[in-house]
Nanobody, 121 residues
Framework: QVQLVESGGGLVQAGGSLRLSCVAS????????MGWYRQAPGKQRDLVAA???????NYADSVKGRFTISRDNAKNTVYLQMNSLKPEDTAVYYC???????????????WGQGTQVTVSS
């Protein structure tokens, strides 16, 4: 099996910064895209940022210029540096990875358990 474990969430004042980390472990053959999603109460889960194994980046318009996604392929880890945080960034942040397990030919999406980010005004 494959597990994703997030860390780094918390409470921060508006204008502050947080750094989220997500480590993938288990029976991993290879990982394609890794990304971060968020879900605020009563809303759908939306993409925040994603990075492919080749380094291509994708950001939601609402976080461009403030958030930076990066990954360490050797550590199967993806990071999200969040600067200039706003109250509207408050949500549960989920890590996702497209993983091919050892011995398998196919990729499938795995999700972490989520980490709460709360930005106070």
């Amino acid at each position: 099996q494959v597990q994703l474990v997030e860390s780094g969430g918390g409470l921060v004042q508006a204008g502050g910064s947080l750094r989220l980390s997500c480590v993938a472990s288990g029976s991993i053959g290879s990982i394609n895209a890794m990304g971060w999603y968020r879900q605020a109460p009563g809303k759908q889960r939306d993409l925040v940022a994603a990075v492919t194994s080749g380094g291509s980046l994708n950001y939601a318009d609402s976080v461009k210029g403030r958030f930076t996604i990066s990954r360490d392929n050797a550590k199967n880890t993806v990071y999200l540096q969040m600067n200039s945080l706003k109250p509207e960034d408050t949500a549960v942040y989920y890590c996702s990875a497209d993983v091919r397990q050892r011995g398998s030919l196919n990729y499938r999406a795995y999700w972490g358990q989520g980490t709460q980010v709360t930005v106070s005004s």
